[in-house]
């Protein structure tokens, strides 16, 4: 095996600090990016060489390696906390951005709209997760929140919460949302029978249940859509 040159022994053109202040981030490849954020390498490899290693242990995928737990990218020879924690906290910062919106909220109009907001923060998730969509009486998004985090096939939809942080916030309406971590968006009898409950206990208070989404990877199911919130 050949030793490892380092980055700074790397002519200036080459290095992926200095190629990022002269030709900006686009210009780097995704091994040059992480590089960037894992800061080091090790005694063998140098940042880019490990970045390299470490994407190919999530199949050449940002994604999939965004989704990945600390845990399992320290399970990885030289990524130790230190590293795993920086590139869990850019991952979350990407997801963050994905899903945030500008100062003056846009409405939502539609199931696909509520879906690109709250997508990427669903999408790649093990487990379930159910939020809520807290919208003013003109369409516009107040707030989001995550109600609970479930298992790998379950979580829990608290009817009393969701009413009464409604109230609080003065919302109009609410869109409930969930997802499906094995990628399947198709409602089970349980999401039918809970998006009716919840329902009917926002009626009472004259909250209106606009939609319940179940987000499954890229794709996504809405009740709205497919007529399900008339029963």
């Given at each position: 095996m050949s030793k490892s040159i380092k980055i700074k022994d790397w002519s200036a053109e080459e290095r992926p600090r200095?190629?990022?202040?002269?030709?900006?981030?686009?210009?780097?490849?995704?091994?040059?990016?992480?590089?960037?954020?894992?800061?080091?390498?090790?005694?063998?490899?140098?940042?880019?060489?490990?970045?390299?290693?470490?994407?190919?242990?999530?199949?050449?995928?940002?994604?999939?390696?965004s989704s990945a737990p600390v845990?399992?990218?320290?399970?990885?020879?030289?990524?130790?906390?230190?590293?795993?924690?920086?590139?869990a906290a850019v991952s979350e910062i990407s997801k963050r951005i994905s899903s945030s919106q500008a100062r003056d909220m846009p409405n939502i109009k539609s199931s696909s709209s509520a879906a690109r907001l709250i997508g990427p923060?669903?999408?790649?998730?093990?487990?379930?997760?159910?939020?809520?969509?807290?919208?003013?009486?003109?369409?516009?998004?107040?707030?989001?929140?995550?109600?609970?985090?479930?298992?790998?096939?379950?979580?829990?939809?608290?009817?009393?919460?969701?009413?009464?942080?409604?109230?609080?916030?003065l919302a109009s309406s609410i869109i409930l949302v969930h997802n499906h971590p094995s990628g399947n968006p198709s409602p089970g009898e349980n999401d039918k029978n809970q998006?009716?409950?919840?329902?009917?206990?926002a009626a009472f208070f004259d909250i209106s249940l606009l939609d319940h989404l179940i987000i499954a990877g890229d794709s996504y199911y809405s009740f709205a859509d497919e007529g399900l919130m008339r029963f």
């Open positions: 200095e190629r990022i202040l002269t030709k900006g981030a686009a210009s780097l490849s995704d091994a040059e990016l992480i590089a960037i954020i894992l800061g080091s390498g090790t005694r063998e490899e140098n940042a880019v060489e490990l970045a390299r290693r470490l994407l190919k242990e999530y199949g050449n995928n940002l994604r999939s390696l845990n399992g990218l320290t399970q990885i020879k030289g990524i130790g906390t230190t590293k795993a924690a920086t590139v923060v669903l999408r790649d998730l093990s487990h379930e997760e159910c939020w809520v969509m807290y919208l003013n009486r003109a369409n516009k998004l107040i707030s989001k929140e995550r109600l609970s985090i479930g298992g790998v096939s379950a979580t829990v939809v608290d009817v009393k919460i969701i009413i009464r942080n409604a109230l609080e916030r998006t009716k409950i919840l329902r009917e206990a």
